[in-house]
């Protein structure tokens, strides 16, 4: 469908929802649509232990965001509620949407995120089903939201693997059976030093029967932009050219982004919508499928680079990203005598594809090679004729992911003093993965075969699949004292396939000089495999047959990521193993509105495969945790203050990094310690509501962070560094984390009007683990200082509105102070040492919000 094909749906939609309310209001009742959440004030239901319980009996480290809280901070995507949440941190791979990697008390090392690495070490739901994704988070839109749950520490017992540090649920609010109501959302803003944006959102419940009923969400988003691509031009080596020190003149050639240069660089278009149907089967079960699809076009660099100025890029090539997903659901709940049965079934499609411009690996690769005739003398840039060609590069890359999930559990009565919940849980999820570095014009026997301009080429598939079976049991030994104890039995098979590298002129039998564009005979197509099972680069040296075997991965040259096994050809690389996570907690209540509880649990994240054959698989890292916490509930009810002190222990944590030739590696490092505190309290005054949440995280390693593996920590012998010694914080998290809000509520006439302020603190953080580690060419360099350090930073937002009974407007200003908040950092060459780009917080935002119930 083309842009303004989904534009014109989502609106039409919304617009049907808006403008059609007053027939059906006729036959609703006068009183607004009940909430379908609890406000913060109240109990908050959660089902964080697979239990409808209220939070504040919920013996766990849990925040919940509940809708009226997610209206009010006006809340539509992750980066927003992680903001509001003190144990959630994150990298934003580009800062592109819906490329995060998740984070939780601490738990990183950096350089995750890789299609081919380590799966995530914090689990994301919707609903009833994962939707945790290797290489960025599922964005999904927030609206029309119950409420999102922040389960910190491991979850390895009742939700596996990937929830290794903690779980994120985003809950949506279901179908209704009461009555037909519904409700539309539309803001106008406008980005300081950018653009203008808006969003446009509705929801419409739908009683069908008295047995069933359905409800409806579309919603439609576009982020302004604030980041310029401004004037520039780049000089390259011709290769041939040198001056008395040996080293390249830049006399090759010049050139400039002006087909590029565009204002407000960096917009973002959402749309999409979701669908729920509850149909009850009789009084005891409960069918509901659902549906999700999301729409997600970006454009342009989320990074600026503070070499070239404030907001400001020079890029030379197009850069865009689309992200569309659609998820389909199942969820019957039903009892069995008095036990609760319920089975949650989900498939998840997710496409990607991008084009990014890599013209700072040219530059990079230019100086790094000078005294070999720079980026051109070193990969041979020719054309067919010989003559040398523009240097620059572009990626375009695309992911195709899958995942399809199915929990089957059972729950004993709440009510009885010992109570069960147990089930068994299969995943297996995949993933087509395609990077495609371009050199427009690069010769053919430069390229990667069959690929004509193409220097380097990956393309590959990935499975990995979990099985499950977990179960918890508590005991009420006095009516003020419960025990419980959960485990999880799990085995997981993770594989991986196809070809990644460059190509090799197959002129004179694979035996000419350069074998390819990057001059190495050990990479790439080199590396495939032949007819008789030997590699290729082996069988030119033996002498052998120099036949390639048909490639694995439509869209390959041939194969060189798997492993050759007689009579079945090339098979995947396999990584599998299994084990026990497990939790015992112990809750007291000694007096009414206290809850005073300790924990120990276990996560863990699977282990996993190198796509380098001369790099060993990676194995399952594990989390354990030591927790005491406290919930309170004081003054009548009115205020709530929960806290938890904790120490987690990480075992031997997966590490990505660019190793030789820039392959991505990932390595078991060593262990680290974790220690922190966290605190929520919310207060509530009648007209004025306060609430506050921060977190203290002191994380550091344990021993040695070696560049080679080095079972003494030493990090000693040929080629190997002390990449990070003993005792260095981990990065990424901040030491610091909080945030706080009032707002103030007083009647006016029949009216309410309100002022709101919201504050939020982040202190700083290391961008990368690593003080030192070689650079291509040999040279040392200290990644962390190369990067930067991510600097503190303070926002506010502030906002007032009246509210009627029906309808609603709101003046608002986020980030009021035009704070450069540094949310992440990052290089388009992992370890060149050029041009670091930090993604900002958006600039000084002013809007408007008009909302209506019906």
Not at 44 to 61: C, D, F, G, H, Y
Not at 285 to 310: C, E, F, I, L
Not at 816 to 843: N, W
Request: charged fraction near 15%.
């Amino acid at each position: 469908m083309s842009s303004f094909g989904y534009r014109a749906a989502i609106l039409a939609l919304l617009s049907s929802t808006a403008f059609g309310a007053p027939a059906f209001a006729q036959s609703a009742p006068p009183e607004p649509a009940p909430a379908t959440a609890p406000t913060d004030g109240g109990d908050i239901i959660v089902t964080a232990t697979k239990r409808s319980e209220t939070l504040q009996n919920v013996p766990i480290s849990v925040q919940a965001l509940t809708t009226k809280k997610l209206d009010e901070l006006n809340i539509s995507n992750f980066s927003q509620y992680a903001q509001q949440l003190p144990s959630v941190s994150f990298q934003a791979l580009g800062g592109t949407p819906g490329t995060n990697v998740i984070y939780m008390r601490g738990v990183a090392s950096g350089g995750d995120g890789n299609h081919s690495g380590s799966l995530p070490s914090v689990g994301v739901y919707l609903d009833e089903q994962p939707v945790t994704t290797i290489g960025g988070n599922l964005d999904v839109h927030i609206y029309d939201i119950a409420r999102i749950e922040s389960l910190s520490g491991p979850q390895g017992t009742l939700y596996g693997a990937s929830s290794e540090a903690g779980t994120i649920r985003i809950i949506t609010n279901q179908p209704d059976l009461s009555h037909f109501y519904g409700r539309a959302d539309i803001e106008g803003n406008k980005v300081s030093k950018g653009g203008f944006g808006g969003k446009a959102e509705g929801m419409v419940n739908i009683p069908l029967s008295p047995s069933m009923a359905l409800r409806v969400v579309g919603f439609y988003q576009r982020d302004a932009g604030y980041i310029d691509n401004v004037p520039g031009t780049r000089r390259f080596c011709s290769g041939t050219t040198f001056d008395a020190n040996g080293n390249c003149v830049k006399d090759g050639l010049t050139v400039n982004n002006s087909a590029f240069v565009k204002k407000d660089y960096n917009d973002t278009e959402i749309a999409g919508g979701r669908a729920a149907l509850k149909v009850d089967l009789d009084s005891n079960w409960t069918v509901t499928p659902t549906v999700m699809y999301q729409d997600t076009r970006s454009h342009g660099a989320y990074g600026y680079d503070p070499k070239v100025g404030d907001l400001q890029v020079q890029h030379f090539y197009p850069e865009y990203r689309r992200d569309r997903f659609i998820q389909a659901g199942l969820t019957i709940a039903g009892k069995i005598g008095n036990w609760d049965v319920t089975y949650a079934g989900a498939y998840l499609d997710r496409k990607d594809f991008s084009s990014s411009d890599y013209t700072d690996y040219a530059e990079a690769y230019d100086n790094l090679y000078s005294s070999v005739g720079g980026i051109a003398g070193y990969f041979y840039f020719k054309d067919n004729a010989g003559k040398p060609i523009d240097a620059r590069q572009r990626v375009i890359g695309s992911d195709h992911f899958k995942k399809m999930s199915q929990e089957f559990r059972v729950a004993s009565p709440s009510s009885e003093r010992f109570r069960v919940v147990a089930g068994a849980f299969y995943q297996r999820q995949s993933n087509d993965i395609h990077q495609d570095y371009q050199v427009p014009g690069l010769a053919t026997n430069l390229s990667v075969n069959g690929h004509p301009g193409t220097l380097w080429l990956t393309q590959q598939h990935r499975v990995d699949k979990d099985y499950a079976m977990f179960g918890e049991a508590s005991y009420d030994i006095t009516p003020r004292l419960t025990a419980t104890v959960g485990g999880r039995a799990f085995i997981y098979d993770n594989s991986l396939i196809g070809f990644f590298g460059f190509g090799r002129d197959p002129a004179n039998g694979y035996n000419t000089t350069p074998y390819n564009a990057a001059g190495s005979s050990r990479t790439g197509v080199a590396g495939c495999f032949t007819t008789n099972g030997t590699r290729l680069r082996d069988a030119v040296a033996a002498g052998g047959s120099t036949t390639l075997l048909p490639a694995a991965v439509a869209g390959s040259p041939c194969t060189n990521l798997g492993v050759y096994r007689a009579g079945e050809g090339v098979v995947p690389v396999q990584a599998s193993g299994q084990g026990v996570t497990y939790r015992f907690n112990l809750s007291w209540k000694p007096v009414d509105g206290v809850l005073l509880y300790g924990t120990a649990s276990r996560g863990f994240r699977p282990g996993g495969i190198n796509r380098r054959a001369d790099v060993a698989a990676y194995a399952a890292d594990y989390l354990t945790n030591y927790e005491f916490g406290a919930k309170t509930t004081l003054l009548g009810g009115k205020l709530r203050l929960n806290g938890a002190i904790y120490q987690q222990d990480w075992d031997k944590f997966q590490f990505s990094f660019l190793g030789a030739n820039s392959f991505t590696e990932i390595h078991n490092g060593p262990n680290a310690r974790i220690r922190g505190a966290e605190i929520i309290s919310n207060l509530s005054l009648g007209a004025l509501a306060l609430s506050a949440s921060g977190s203290y995280t002191d994380a550091k390693t344990r021993k040695n962070l070696c560049l080679i593996d080095d079972p003494t920590f030493t990090c000693t012998g040929a080629g190997n560094l002390l990449s990070a010694k003993a005792g260095t914080r981990l990065p990424i998290t901040p030491k610091f984390k909080a945030s706080g809000s009032a707002r103030y509520t007083v009647p006016v006439g029949a009216a309410k009007a309100y002022g709101q302020a919201v504050v939020s603190y982040q202190g700083s953080a290391a961008s990368d683990i690593r003080s030192a580690t070689f650079a291509p060419g040999g040279i040392v360099i200290n990644p962390a200082a190369q990067l930067g350090p991510l600097s503190a930073f303070t926002t506010a937002d502030f906002a007032a509105g009246v509210q009627f009974q029906r309808y609603s407007i709101e003046l608002f200003i986020e980030n009021a102070f035009d704070t450069r908040g540094q949310l992440s950092r990052f290089q388009e060459c992992g370890s060149c040492g050029q041009r670091p780009y930090i993604v900002p917080t958006t600039p000084q935002t002013i809007g408007v919000r008009l909302h209506g119930d019906f």
